[in-house]
């Protein structure tokens, strides 16, 4: 792995995870994909998280491998949760395990739980006039910085907002 990126990893995922007192799962606090993991973006590349750790802790990942999680936690960091495998010995631990049946019940409930935006969503921090509030000072020239910290976001829910990438339908 080039070493500008390990050094960026380090101190980036050093932020974003959280080692809970009890329980064994880093969780990482990035934005999660469809599926429940966790990415974010260096170089102008999209990288899992779980595998940039694997790779910071054991080296390359071979060809055709995937990372997997023993604990099936997709947002689970932890190296000694992760091992390599191919898809389909994935496949095979998930239905050892029972998980394939529940995990389509849990996207069809987190499915519909994501399709209603704003505050009908019920994770929502913002409200709509908090919205509007957040495009008017950074119209001011307020920066993503100090309004991610005055409204308890991150900087890059403040950037989603202002270029209406979300929240698009406030005005």
């Not at 080692?19 to 064994?24: F, K, S």
């Not at 910071?56 to 689970?76: M, Q, T």
């Not at 095979?92 to 969503?121: E, H, I, N, P, T």
């Amino acid at each position: 792995m080039d070493p500008v990126i390990v050094a960026y990893l380090r101190e980036r995922l050093r932020e974003e995870i959280r080692v809970p007192a009890l329980g064994p799962c880093w969780i990482c606090t990035l934005a999660n994909d469809k599926d429940g993991y966790c990415r974010f973006r260096r170089q102008g590349k999209s990288l899992m998280v779980h595998r940039a750790v694997w790779e910071l802790v054991n080296g390359p990942i071979p060809d055709g491998k995937c990372v997997c999680h023993s604990c099936d936690s997709p947002p689970c960091c932890n190296p000694d949760h992760l091992w390599l495998g191919s898809h389909t010995d994935n496949m095979r631990d998930m239905q050892a395990k029972g998980r394939a049946a529940d995990w389509v019940a849990v996207r069809a409930c987190l499915d519909r739980v994501l399709r209603q935006r704003g505050v009908r969503g019920g994770a929502a921090k913002l409200t709509d006039a908090r919205v509007r509030e957040i495009r008017a000072l950074s119209a001011e020239g307020v920066c993503n910085a100090d309004l991610a910290a005055r409204y308890g976001v991150r900087k890059n829910t403040i950037s989603t907002i202002i270029h209406r990438k979300s929240w698009a339908w406030v005005d």
